[in-house]
């Protein structure tokens, strides 16, 4: 059984191993909508690997947190928008 | 983004005779062309790239009242209240917005400073409310903690300046004008200007409105180009209340020859920072110099260290047309009698350009001016060297 951390999307505890990327554990959770374009569109991780920036997310107080570049740390509060 | 030209195409088969070739479709030219044109002249405007492409979409679109001198002042204010009578008709995505400027002092020192400047501008009846620390940390919580106090400037407003331009080339093309795009002048005459296809287009006077580029057609004008950085942010709604402006930048604006760079952040109707400043001369490569742009970033987040974390997604660079005295060339071009010059506006053509237009205007129609004309005329400039 591997390390579990914990983290808490959108006010809902959420545990996943550790080492986990934020927008992998959303997407566990079955989160799809990360963020809302300025046009009003629904938004998904794309790429994965921080250049498509659709990922986006409020991680700890920070907007336009790329969730697929930031490993899921202990009490971490994410936000999606 | 691209003005659509193609309707308004000059060829070579029109033999028309204009009133009025204005050279650059800067904001300063369009503000002229649709000056001219409101007042019932046949205008063309002649534009290399495309309207605003310029040093007017590289600025930040500052609309400031500045108190350097009395010239600077009389300039920006009448210009300020112009911007505030367009703004009800301009185009929602010039996203004029009035947020205000807000001074801000470090130190004592710059405090006192301050205090100057609020009683120069109560002496000439504009706004301008101080500031002491808690008020600056009320206005902007996120302003470092530590700093003085500041000087807010409610009529301040900030504006989208290609937009804008692009709103006064529209309007004034609707009225009649005649744009003329991917075209240059090349060479010009008291009724005529050549275009870089050989084409010659006549005309009862000529505006030289092409910035950094003016001396090329005016030969003996001593505009340097002064090169700036810009940054801007994703977006952070309800970061940032207010244009915000270190005091120092007026070291910075001031300083002849160093490189320099000074605390400037606007907020953006979208949410956006932009983030400024930087100024050098003797450079006339547009590339973004990673030494200069450090700096301005390190400067902004002394000031607001929550930027550090903020994104930025597009950094630029452009060219302020500078004058030795800090004042714009607005009047008759010596050696001829019908080229007059709109340029040399430093950092502030966005702010300056209306008033420019008005003034401008006024002088070729034989209109009185609300303010006086006499310390643009660019025959200063020329005795100074002749």
């Known amino acids: 059984m591997p390390d579990m951390v914990n983290i808490v999307v959108n006010g809902q505890p959420v545990s996943v191993p550790s080492g986990t990327t934020v927008a992998v554990a959303l997407l566990i959770g079955g989160v799809t909508h990360f963020r809302t374009s300025v046009a009003g569109e629904p938004r998904s991780p794309v790429c994965g690997m921080g250049t498509c920036f659709e990922c986006r997310l409020t991680i700890d107080g920070l907007p336009h947190s790329r969730s697929c570049q930031i490993q899921c740390a202990e009490a971490m509060e994410v936000v999606t928008s | 983004m691209a003005l659509r030209a193609s309707p308004h195409l000059y060829t070579q088969t029109d033999t028309e005779h204009f009133d009025a070739v204005v050279a650059g479709g800067g904001i300063v030219g369009t503000a002229c062309a649709s000056e001219l044109v409101r007042a019932g002249l046949r205008v063309a405007l002649i534009e290399p790239s495309v309207i605003g492409g310029g040093a007017t979409a590289a600025g930040m679109g500052h609309l400031a009242v500045m108190d350097d001198s009395e010239a600077q002042f009389a300039l920006t204010r009448y210009s300020q209240l112009l911007w505030k009578e367009l703004a009800f008709r301009l185009s ?17 020192r710059e405090m006192a400073e301050v205090e100057r400047k609020q009683g ?148 953006r109707r979208t949410g956006q920072i932009l983030i400024g400043s930087s100024r050098q001369y003797g450079t006339h490569s547009p590339d973004v110099e990673p030494h200069m742009l450090e700096a301005m970033l390190r400067r902004a987040v002394e000031y607001m260290p929550a930027l550090a974390d903020f994104r930025v997604i597009r950094c630029w660079t452009g060219f302020r047309a500078a004058t030795p005295d800090k004042l714009p060339l607005i009047g008759p071009c010596p050696g001829f009698r019908n080229v007059f010059l709109a340029t040399g506006h430093e950092g502030l053509g966005i702010s300056t350009s209306l008033a420019t237009a008005r003034l401008l205007a006024d002088l070729i129609l034989g209109r009185a001016s609300v303010i006086p004309l006499d310390p643009y005329l660019p025959e200063r400039e020329f005795a100074l060297h002749a």
């Open chain 2, 92 to 108: 929602p995505d010039a996203e004029y917005f009035p947020c205000g400027a807000l001074w801000v002092a470090a130190d004592d």
């Open chain 2, 120 to 267: 120069f501008y109560q002496a000439r009846e504009v706004p301008a409310k101080t500031l002491d620390r808690r008020a600056l940390e009320a206005a902007e919580p996120n302003l470092r903690e530590g700093l003085s106090g500041g000087l807010l400037l409610p009529d301040d407003a900030v504006v989208y300046p290609p937009c804008a331009a692009r709103f006064l080339a529209e309007e004034a093309i609707a009225s009649g004008m005649q744009l003329i795009e991917g075209r240059s002048v090349t060479e010009l005459s008291d009724t005529a200007v050549q275009l870089d296809d050989g084409t010659s287009i006549a005309s009862a006077l000529t505006i030289v409105a092409t910035g950094i580029m003016a001396a090329r057609l005016t030969p003996g004008l001593r505009i340097q180009p002064r090169k700036g950085h810009l940054a801007i942010t994703d977006r952070y709604p309800a970061f940032l209340g207010h244009q915000l402006i270190e005091l120092g930048y007026l070291k910075s604006a001031h300083s002849l020859d160093s490189d320099s760079v000074a605390f400037n952040a606007q907020p």
